[in-house]
């Protein structure tokens, strides 16, 4: 099946810094969602990209689609201690015509040093 | 986006038996969904709920070991039968409200299970 090399699997970060994780394919996607999860909590969508270079914000979040449609990335500014959690990626497969599979990435677990 | 909500929250059952878990969406959607997610790892598709007619498995996962009902819009269960160490995981819910490319998917809170 479709896999999505998502990275880095971690990262260890002080208050203040800008995080970047991004994730791969080496096929066509035609949409990108990118999630957090809290421990103990289901994944919480952050933001959701549709088309190639897209360029999408949500607050200190941003992320865009490549343009290759077969990577994308997710920026945090001025990270806080809350920013801490796992952050996975998800993609629908360029050949998938019906329904709304998704393929997720391995996620990045994201810790923030006060 | 839809609140999705599942009982239980979490469980420890004794191997050999089964659970029920429910998925309640709050709003009619088009599509469900069911995920395991073991521990430390991402999330892999189980299944997708089909209103009214047989889920749709994916490949490792069968309707034997992991029935799943959807009477109607909003409602959807997932049973783990005759459960093992193995099948301890949390199990997620999702929905999305649109069938194909614009269908964000958005999850429920998980059910963690524990098999002794």
Redesign the interface.
């Known amino acids: 099946?479709q896999q999505l090399n998502q990275s880095p699997q971690s990262m260890f970060i002080q208050e203040g810094e800008d995080v970047s994780m991004n994730c791969t394919s080496s096929s066509i996607f035609?949409?990108w969602?990118w999630?957090k999860q809290d421990p103990?909590?289901?994944?919480?969508?952050l933001i959701?990209l549709?088309k190639a270079g897209e360029l999408t914000s949500n607050g200190r979040l941003t992320a865009q689609f490549g343009i290759t449609r077969k990577d994308s990335f997710l920026n945090i500014s001025a990270s806080i201690p809350s920013d801490v959690g796992i952050y996975?990626c998800?993609g629908?497969p360029g050949e998938?015509?019906?329904?709304?599979?998704?393929t997720?990435?391995?996620?990045t677990q994201l810790t923030v040093n006060p | 986006?839809a609140v999705?909500s599942q009982k239980p929250s979490r469980d420890i059952c004794q191997r050999g038996t089964s659970l029920t878990i429910q998925c309640q969406v709050d709003s009619q959607v088009t599509?469900m969904?069911w995920y395991r997610q073991q521990p430390g790892?991402?999330?892999?598709?189980i299944a997708?709920a089909n209103q009214g007619s047989e889920a749709t498995y994916e490949?490792g996962f069968v309707i034997d070991k992991f029935p799943i009902s959807r009477p109607n819009l909003t409602f959807s269960t997932l049973t783990v039968s005759n459960m093992s160490p193995e099948d301890s995981s949390i199990y997620?819910c999702?929905s999305?409200r649109?069938?194909?490319?614009?269908?964000?998917?958005?999850?429920?809170?998980?059910t963690?299970l524990t098999v002794l």
Do not use: K
Not at chain 1, 96 to 102: A, K, N, P
Not at chain 2, 41 to 45: H, K, Y
Not at chain 2, 98 to 110: C, D, R, S, T, V
């Open positions: 099946g035609n949409t969602l999630y103990g909590e289901g994944p919480v969508l959701a549709y996975f998800a629908r998938e015509t019906s329904g709304s599979r998704l997720f990435g391995e996620g | 986006s999705i599509m969904f790892q991402s999330l892999t598709l997708t490949s997620l999702s999305a649109l069938a194909g490319l614009q269908g964000e998917q958005f999850f429920g809170p998980g963690r």
